[in-house]
């Protein structure tokens, strides 16, 4: 069989995923540059006798949708908490990987326990703590609540461990102290690492629904995937065209990044997830 | 010996509390390292756990000033709630079906975009964009394009003579379509995770077999799947972790319907302990989630875990 020959069934199941995938988010843009009376015929319409950007409009405009705080609110949240993330898991796994101290096995026992118990359990109790400290409703509730993260932790302390101390004893003749050795050594060659955890950490907080729709209440501070549950309840049943416009619109920013940093996420993802295993 | 060196400066005296107090150093500062996450880790992971098994055993409502403890009441009221049976169920059911169809989908794709074939980044940047969007969008877009009257696949599905399906009114047909919704969601995660996989066979291992004369599905199923086996455990157990707190599927696009046939363990949790306001019953709920979840990784890790031998 000649080498072309060979690889098209893999060319062709391809293709047809690459449809699968791509189909129902070409369909969406499509309808929501539709009319209402457009959307809601049958025989459907795929493509558009005369593209309209007013739904566009429509739900940028509405005065009970916030569609661009609800995007800062959700770049916001997500910066902060992946700063939170690295903040504490860095120097937490520099310690693991490096440093020798009464307890490390035990402390690290228990981190690999506590992966193991879905964060679900910790929902009420954090809900009601977040509710005593007068937290609800603001950007602390989404940054600090799951800031510990134990498989940051294990991603970095695993990464830290495979750079060879001889780089760090080279520091230590200059005179570095343990956090010189972190910061001017560990760090700086850690920068793949750090890079592929936030990304990791960034996109699971930016689409996060059920902990943001329980902590946030007022439209000001909603993130925008409880923004669409709010524009899906308020819209879906009259105005179609504009609920697709409004899930179109929201994945463009993410998109964008993505089209720009596609290499470095995927190798991101498949960093952090091989070092899952 | 002492008294006659008591007068003199001992010359061993310097070094030795100098490494004492070098490795003490070394445990404070490991200490420091640990305290800012150590102190997180304690509030919202540690004292959240041990507070939300204490909670389960109290009739504790947001509303009402009394909270009595009930012991086992909470989780006896589980054993006999119809609606955490049928909720149960459906998650079960929709976590298989996902699990599988995950599975399946992202290792068929994984081998055919690590063929040497063109256009491999493409594809891998392609088939892995739809991880990226939230559940609001996916959510939001799928329920249209099911939609029984207007919906796109009904109007595809015509063209080859079958009559308009009811994927989210009926009942027996809504946890399918919500599985199908998030499989087109989810699998390019364990996708990559294959490619990494596949990437970590030995081609030696191929050409062997091919010199052997194995064909292209013997290769298949007695190199590659026995070899990634522990890829497919960490496929599998991430997978039903993830897809057993499934809640914004349900919420966007069935708001639990119709009736209760797309509820879920979360769906429920939420209702329990956010609409009614039943943290102490909601606590258990959460609690024997956890249980559930568990004991489902140690199973996978019991079946699927088990050394490939030669």
């Known amino acids: 069989m000649s080498y072309r020959l060979r690889h098209l069934p893999a060319y062709a199941f391809l293709i047809v995923m690459s449809i699968f995938v791509v189909m129902p988010l070409l369909i969406a843009i499509s309808q929501s540059l539709m009319t209402n009376a457009e959307v809601n015929r049958w025989p459907p319409q795929i493509i558009p006798a005369n593209p309209t950007f007013e739904n566009m409009h429509q739900v940028l405009t509405q005065q009970d949708l916030r569609i661009d705080l609800w995007l800062r609110n959700s770049l916001l949240a997500a910066s902060g908490y992946t700063i939170a993330v690295l903040v504490l898991c860095a120097p937490a796994a520099y310690a693991f990987a490096r440093l020798r101290f009464p307890g490390n096995n035990i402390l690290f026992g228990l981190l690999l326990v506590t992966i193991m118990i879905p964060s679900q359990v910790t929902l009420i109790p954090n809900y009601l703590l977040m509710r005593d400290l007068k937290w609800l409703d603001t950007f602390n509730a989404l940054i600090f609540p799951g800031a510990a993260n134990v ?9 830290f461990m495979s750079i060879p101390s001889e780089l760090e004893e080279a520091a230590v003749l200059d005179g570095a ?10 760090l700086p060659l850690s920068t793949n690492a750090l890079v592929a955890l936030s990304i990791f950490i960034f996109l699971g907080h930016y689409n996060d629904l059920f902990w943001p729709f329980i902590v946030t209440n007022s439209l000001e501070t909603r993130t925008l995937p409880v923004g669409l549950t709010i524009l899906n309840s308020s819209y879906a049943g009259q105005y179609r065209p504009m609920v697709l416009s409004g899930a179109v619109l929201s994945t463009i920013p993410i998109l964008i990044v993505y089209v720009l940093f596609q290499r470095r996420i995927i190798r991101g993802v498949m960093l952090t997830g091989m070092a899952g295993r | 010996m002492t008294s006659m060196t008591a007068g003199l400066p001992d010359v061993n005296r310097p070094r030795s509390p100098f490494t004492l107090n070098l490795k003490r150093r070394e445990a404070i500062a490991a200490y420091l390292f640990l305290l800012p996450f150590l102190a997180f880790f304690a509030v919202f992971t540690i004292r959240a756990v041990i507070n939300a098994v204490q909670i389960s055993f109290y009739e ?58 063109r256009g491999q980044g493409f594809f891998r940047v392609l088939l892995y964009m739809p991880s990226l969007f939230s559940v609001g969008a996916v959510g939001l877009i799928w329920v249209w394009l099911l939609n029984t009257q207007y919906g796109v696949i009904n109007y595809f599905l015509s063209f080859i003579g079958i009559r308009p399906i009811s994927w989210l009114s009926d ?46 599905r013997q290769i298949f199923f007695r190199i590659t799947l026995p070899l990634l086996r522990p890829t497919i455990l960490f496929v599998t157990v991430t997978g039903v972790i993830a897809h057993f707190q499934v809640y914004g599927q349900p919420l966007i696009m069935t708001n639990g319907g119709p009736g209760r046939s797309s509820y879920s363990v979360i769906f429920y949790l939420y209702q329990i302990a956010w609409t009614a306001f039943r943290m102490g019953y909601g606590a258990a709920i959460a609690v024997v989630l956890a249980l559930i979840i568990a004991t489902a990784t140690a199973v996978q890790f019991f079946f699927i875990g088990r050394r490939v031998e030669y």
């Open chain 1, 151 to 159: 498989f940051g932790v294990f991603l970095l302390r695993q990464f």
């Open chain 1, 177 to 186: 102290g343990y956090f010189g050795r972190f910061w001017y050594v560990v």
């Open chain 2, 60 to 117: 504790y409502q947001i509303l009402r000033p009394t909270r009595p403890f009930i012991g086992f009441d909470n989780y006896l009221e589980l054993f006999n709630d119809d609606i955490w049976w049928q909720a149960l169920g459906n998650t079960v059911i929709f976590t298989v079906l996902t699990v599988i169809g995950t599975s399946i989908v992202a290792l068929l794709c994984a081998v055919a975009v690590t063929q040497p074939i």
């Open chain 2, 171 to 216: 009942p027996n047909l809504v946890i399918p379509s919500l599985s199908l919704t998030t499989i087109w969601w989810t699998f390019g995660f364990p996708m990559l995770i294959f490619i990494a996989g596949l990437q970590g066979i030995p081609e030696q291992l191929y050409e062997a077999a091919r010199i052997d004369g194995a064909s292209g």
